[in-house]
Structure formats: structure tokens, C-alpha cells
């Protein structure tokens, strides 16, 4: 199957790939057919390997649910995208939808799907943040013409996602990796270990993701490792992650992060790589 450059990542998610696939693409397999990724978020490397046989999970059920619109309705969500405004005050009664939680239910999976595109689009900095109740809760963006309707990047993504074999779905991350079959290529971008007080950010999803989560999850890699499955993780360069991993191969790279609340540390930070493979 031919790569498509215009299949893209249709949100923008916090601690998004698309900006370091220059790095990351030399450090995969040079072939990936099957492929399982647990934090899928804006799907960036997903969408930039568009392997035939994926796994793709998110803890978010809303975005995975996105994704299944864009795969089954397409056309039908664009027509929904299409009528929404670029205006504050419509902005907020639709960020508002989800705190009826009555009336949310009964929205269809089209309805969901366009308010998620629709607010991504159109919040402040694109930054999807909900709060402990799982509540959208970022404010209005006040962008001039922001891109509501992308027409040739959901057709384009919806064509990939019908000629691929692709299994979606929302549980655990830890779930999905044991049930990962060997000859599967695993890569893994959780939540960030923070590298201050004011860099944490897991508010993608209720629940956040702590330090006991991160050995959790190298504790996962561990196993992974031990069936003979290859994987590659992305995390932050602090003390306690390099220390988790100091048993695998280990590459810095270096990325843009922009959703610091000190806009001077906002900038460029050292990430981490993590390969169980040469």
C-alpha cells in the first residue's frame, strides 16, 4: 500500500509527534507491517507510517471515537464541521454540551466527533484539556481563520483507515501491550514524566498519569522486551526516566514544546528515545 502525504493528524495533541518525525523515522525498524500504538493521541507517527495491520488505543474515548467517525462517516462529519462558527460566544455553548450530561448522550457519534475537531480547531493554542469531572475546559482561541473544515485531510485519512486493517480502542494501556502477538512493532508515547512543577500536564484525560504509572509502564516494556517484541517509547530526559530505562538503548533528541504556563520555558527540551533494539 502506497503512502498517502496527505494523511495527517486531523487534532493537535499535547506532546504530539508530528514536529520530531525527522528525528524518530531513522530510529524505527526499516519495515513495519504490524503495528500497536496504546497513547495514540493525534496518531502523528500512525499516520506517518500507515502500517497494513494496526493496534491503535487511547484512554480517551472521545478521540477514539473521532477516529471511528472519520473512518465511517466521513462525509457526514464534514457536513457537521461545516456548521460551526469561528465565534466566542458559540464557541462556549458548545464547549458547554458536555456538562448536560443528559442531553450529551444523546448527541450521535457524528455530533461528538465534529465538537471535538470543532473546539480543537478553534481553542487556545489547540491544547484538548479536560478537567477532573472529564470536562473540555480550554478557552476560546480567538483565531482569525483557523481550518474547522479540512476536507482533503479526513478524506484522506478516512482512505488509509478503509484500505488498512485497523482494531481501535480505549482501555488500558497495559491491556492492549498483553495482547500485543510477537512480530508486532510497539511504540509508545505516554503522558510525560515532568520536568517541573509547571510543566506537568496529563489533562488530556481524567485520572492523570503519575510516577507509579511510569514504572508501570516500564515494568509493561520489561515484558515486552522478554517476549521478544520490539518497542520504542518517548518520554521526557529527566533523571527518573533515564534511570528507568538505563537497560535499553537510549537516543536524545531535542523538541519544541509550547504549553509551559512560564512562556520563557517554553522552548526547546531534551526527550528521550528508548529502543529494546539496535
Same mark, same amino acid.
Given at each position: 500500500?502506497?503512502? @498517502?502525504?496527505?494523511?495527517?493528524?486531523?487534532?493537535?495533541?499535547?506532546?504530539?509527534?508530528?514536529? /520530531?518525525?525527522?528525528?524518530?523515522?531513522? /530510529?524505527?525498524?526499516?519495515?513495519?507491517?504490524?503495528?500497536?500504538?496504546?497513547?495514540?493521541?493525534?496518531?502523528?507517527?500512525?499516520?506517518?507510517?500507515?502500517?497494513?495491520?494496526?493496534? %491503535?488505543?487511547?484512554?480517551?474515548?472521545?478521540?477514539?471515537?473521532?477516529?471511528?467517525?472519520?473512518?465511517?462517516?466521513?462525509?457526514?462529519?464534514?457536513?457537521? /464541521?461545516?456548521?460551526?462558527?469561528?465565534?466566542?460566544?458559540?464557541?462556549?455553548?458548545?464547549?458547554?454540551?458536555?456538562?448536560?450530561?443528559?442531553?450529551?448522550?444523546?448527541?450521535?457519534?457524528?455530533?461528538?466527533?465534529?465538537?471535538?475537531?470543532?473546539?480543537?480547531?478553534?481553542?487556545?493554542?489547540?491544547?484538548?484539556?479536560?478537567?477532573?469531572?472529564?470536562?473540555?475546559?480550554?478557552?476560546?482561541?480567538?483565531?482569525?481563520?483557523?481550518?474547522?473544515?479540512?476536507?482533503?485531510?479526513?478524506?484522506?485519512?478516512?482512505?488509509?483507515?478503509?484500505?488498512?486493517?485497523?482494531?481501535?480502542?480505549?482501555?488500558?494501556?497495559?491491556?492492549?501491550?498483553?495482547?500485543?502477538?510477537?512480530?508486532?512493532?510497539?511504540?509508545?508515547?505516554?503522558?510525560?514524566?515532568?520536568?517541573?512543577?509547571?510543566? @506537568?500536564?496529563?489533562?488530556?484525560?481524567?485520572?492523570?498519569?503519575?510516577?507509579?504509572?511510569?514504572?508501570?509502564?516500564?515494568?509493561?516494556?520489561?515484558?515486552?522486551?522478554?517476549?521478544?517484541?520490539?518497542?520504542?517509547?518517548?518520554?521526557?530526559?529527566?533523571?527518573?526516566?533515564?534511570?528507568?530505562?538505563?537497560?535499553?538503548?537510549?537516543?536524545?533528541?531535542?523538541?519544541?514544546?509550547?504549553?509551559?504556563?512560564?512562556?520563557?520555558?517554553?522552548?526547546? %527540551?531534551?526527550?528521550?528515545?528508548?529502543?529494546?533494539?539496535?
Amino acid at each position: 500500500m502506497r503512502k @498517502n502525504p496527505l494523511v495527517a493528524p486531523v487534532v493537535k495533541w499535547v506532546g504530539g509527534k508530528r514536529q /520530531l518525525l525527522d528525528d524518530l523515522m531513522p /530510529l524505527f525498524p526499516k519495515r513495519v507491517t504490524t503495528y500497536c500504538e496504546p497513547f495514540l493521541g493525534g496518531g502523528a507517527v500512525l499516520f506517518k507510517l500507515q502500517p497494513k495491520i494496526a493496534y %491503535v488505543n487511547d484512554i480517551n474515548l472521545e478521540l477514539i471515537h473521532m477516529y471511528e467517525v472519520i473512518r465511517d462517516n466521513v462525509d457526514e462529519l464534514i457536513i457537521a /464541521l461545516g456548521e460551526h462558527q469561528n465565534q466566542e460566544e458559540y464557541f462556549y455553548s458548545v464547549r458547554d454540551w458536555d456538562r448536560d450530561k443528559k442531553r450529551y448522550e444523546q448527541l450521535t457519534k457524528i455530533q461528538r466527533a465534529a465538537r471535538i475537531i470543532y473546539l480543537n480547531k478553534t481553542c487556545y493554542n489547540g491544547l484538548f484539556r479536560v478537567n477532573n469531572a472529564g470536562e473540555f475546559n480550554t478557552p476560546f482561541g480567538h483565531y482569525k481563520k483557523p481550518n474547522i473544515v479540512n476536507a482533503p485531510t479526513l478524506k484522506a485519512v478516512n482512505s488509509y483507515f478503509q484500505n488498512a486493517q485497523l482494531t481501535f480502542s480505549s482501555v488500558d494501556y497495559a491491556e492492549v501491550l498483553g495482547n500485543v502477538m510477537k512480530g508486532t512493532f510497539v511504540y509508545l508515547d505516554p503522558p510525560y514524566d515532568p520536568v517541573s512543577d509547571t510543566a @506537568n500536564f496529563t489533562g488530556y484525560a481524567k485520572g492523570g498519569f503519575d510516577r507509579s504509572e511510569q514504572i508501570r509502564l516500564r515494568q509493561c516494556c520489561d515484558e515486552l522486551n522478554r517476549r521478544g517484541i520490539k518497542f520504542m517509547l518517548s518520554n521526557s530526559a529527566t533523571d527518573f526516566i533515564r534511570e528507568q530505562y538505563a537497560a535499553y538503548n537510549i537516543t536524545i533528541v531535542k523538541a519544541k514544546r509550547a504549553i509551559n504556563s512560564n512562556a520563557a520555558k517554553r522552548g526547546q %527540551v531534551d526527550e528521550v528515545v528508548v529502543r529494546n533494539y539496535g
